[in-house]
């Protein structure tokens, strides 16, 4: 079993920044791929970023050059820093570890909301 645990949700206004942070224990290899996905009320879950052990992230279309996903190895740790925040970004933004293998599993956090509104 993986445990993640999330922080740093909260209230922003349009234009402001929050950093998201996950902390994976429990049966965790650093091998693992991991990420974050939001979604919306009404909408489907969503790919946010992703980055696997080698560090070549991937982001959705719509957060390039705006946020930035990294991890420390050391601490199995995921962030997600968002800058410029746009209302469209309100959403429960939800860790994600995924194992390696032939059927690979994923584990989810319990999600943190982040509402972006003036």
């Known amino acids: 079993q993986v445990q993640l645990v999330e922080s740093g949700g909260g209230l922003v206004q349009p234009g402001g920044s929050l950093r998201l942070s996950c902390a994976a224990s429990?049966?965790?290899?650093?091998?693992?791929?991991m990420g974050w996905y939001r979604q919306a009320p009404g909408k489907q879950r969503e790919l946010v970023a992703t980055?696997?052990?080698?560090?070549?992230?991937n982001y959705a279309d719509s957060v390039k050059g705006r946020f930035t996903i990294s991890r420390d190895n050391a601490k199995n740790t995921v962030y997600l820093q968002m800058n410029s925040l746009k209302p469209e970004d309100t959403a429960v933004y939800y860790c994600?570890?995924?194992?390696?293998?032939?059927?690979?599993?994923?584990?989810w956090g319990q999600g943190t909301q982040v509402t972006v509104s003036s």
């Open positions: 429990g049966s965790f290899f650093r091998g693992y791929t």
């Open positions: 980055i696997p052990s080698d560090g070549r992230t």
């Open positions: 994600n570890v995924k194992t390696g293998g032939l059927v690979p599993y994923d584990y």
